[in-house]
Structures are given as structure tokens and as C-alpha cells.
T-cell receptor, first 115, second 112 residues
Framework: DAGVIQSPRHEVTEMGQEVTLRCKLISGHNSLFWYRQTMMRGLELLIYFNNNVPIDDSGMPEDRFSAKMPNASFSTLKIQPSEPRDSAVYFC?????????????FGNGTRLTVT | DQQVKQNSPSLSVQEGRISILNCDYTNSMFDYFLWYKKYPAEGPTFLISISSIKDKNEDGRFTVFLNKSAKHLSLHIVPSQPGDSAVYFCAGLGSNDYKLSFGAGTTVTVRA
């Protein structure tokens, strides 16, 4: 079990550019979460997918952010256009089901810096 | 709107002593509370949880205490070890069963 795999580990880009973050879920997991970590707000849920369907996107900051699950094992989070305030660590997490019996398995994150 | 608050951003403790991490919450609808541990350059990993109907849960060196009337929980680590140096996140899980609300985290440093 390779765990949740995120790429890239680090991304530095200029304001206005498009950024795509990638996530490979643990095989067999059917729940996918994107979180953002900042010093001020800690870990915030951006979007939750269940069986490839977006269930809750209320945490997506604005229309510049979009997320997809083209298949059961892969997801992308896109920011277009990026802004300096988007700088943060973005985590992808997966689980088999939800609830306390199904703890989240986090990837190692993508550190995004927008200059 | 922070529903879970960890008011101490950092904690330093000597090896062998007790570490006490505190967490306060505002949402009385949380059914479970979880603690996650995070090392630098890694994602958080699940550590321990407690149901809202319990007041204590113990797993080895880690014990969670819940005081519902005060909307407060704490994580005790006894004895603290150098490998415990990490960021600890407190989280509440609501009745919708999927949305974890995390605190901002407490960085623990265990001194040898």
C-alpha cells in the first residue's frame, strides 16, 4: 500500500498562472477530500467526493478553484488564475467510507507558493 | 468560523514528562473528536478518537479526556518521547459523518 500520493511536492508559480495539483487515492478507497493548511486557519476542507461525485464543495474559496475526479483513483485540484493568497499547503486525503471508523489517510501535501 | 480552537500554538516538554494539549469547541453537535499527528513534510496521521458519550479514551501512552459541559478536550501523552515531537491537530466530526473541523494545531517539542 503506497498510501495517498500527491504531486508535485512543491509548486512555485507567478500570480495569474494556472496551477494543477494531483492526487492518487489508496486503492479501494471511495471517499476523497481536498484540504488546505494555512498558519491562520489550520486545515480547511475544500471539497469532498464520494464515489467520484462531488458531495460538498462549500469550502472551495471561489470560482478560481475547481476539482475533478476523472476516475475512482485520481483527482485534480486546479486554481486558475492563481493569486498570492492561495499560497498554502494543499492536502489530499482518502478513506474507505466516512465516519470515525474510517480515519482519513493524508498524502504528504503540495506546498504552493504564488509570487 | 473556527468551530475547533487550539489556543496554544506550541508546547515544550522534557522527555519523560507529561504533555497536555488542549482543545475547545463551539459546535455541540459534534459526535466524535479526533486527534491527528503531523511530522514536517508529511500529511497528518490519525492518532486517537473519543465519542461524545465518553469522557475518557486511552491508547497506550495517549489519553483523551472530554468535558462536554465545558466544550473542552485534552490529549495527554505520558511519558513524552522525542518521537512525539510533531504538530497535533484536534478535530470534531459532525453528524453528517464526513466533515472534520480541524483546529489550527499545537506544535509539541520534546526536549531530551
Amino acid at each position: 500500500d503506497a498510501g495517498v500520493i500527491q504531486s508535485p511536492r512543491h509548486e512555485v508559480t507567478e500570480m495569474g498562472q494556472e496551477v494543477t495539483l494531483r492526487c492518487k487515492l489508496i486503492s479501494g478507497h471511495n471517499s476523497l477530500f481536498w484540504y488546505r493548511q494555512t498558519m491562520m486557519r489550520g486545515l480547511e476542507l475544500l471539497i469532498y467526493f464520494n464515489n467520484n461525485v462531488p458531495i460538498d464543495d462549500s469550502g472551495m474559496p471561489e470560482d478560481r478553484f475547481s476539482a475533478k475526479m476523472p476516475n475512482a483513483s485520481f483527482s485534480t485540484l486546479k486554481i486558475q488564475p492563481s493569486e498570492p493568497r492561495d499560497s498554502a499547503v494543499y492536502f489530499c486525503a482518502s478513506s474507505l467510507g466516512t465516519g470515525v471508523q474510517s480515519p482519513l489517510h493524508f498524502g504528504n501535501g503540495t506546498r504552493l507558493t504564488v509570487t | 468560523d473556527q468551530q475547533v480552537k487550539q489556543n496554544s500554538p506550541s508546547l515544550s516538554v522534557q522527555e519523560g514528562r507529561i504533555s497536555i494539549l488542549n482543545c475547545d469547541y463551539t459546535n455541540s453537535m459534534f459526535d466524535y473528536f479526533l486527534w491527528y499527528k503531523k511530522y514536517p513534510a508529511e500529511g497528518p496521521t490519525f492518532l486517537i478518537s473519543i465519542s461524545s458519550i465518553k469522557d475518557k479514551n486511552e491508547d497506550g501512552r495517549f489519553t483523551v479526556f472530554l468535558n462536554k459541559s465545558a466544550k473542552h478536550l485534552s490529549l495527554h501523552i505520558v511519558p513524552s518521547q522525542p518521537g512525539d515531537s510533531a504538530v497535533y491537530f484536534c478535530a470534531g466530526l459532525g453528524s453528517n459523518d464526513y466533515k472534520l473541523s480541524f483546529g489550527a494545531g499545537t506544535t509539541v517539542t520534546v526536549r531530551a
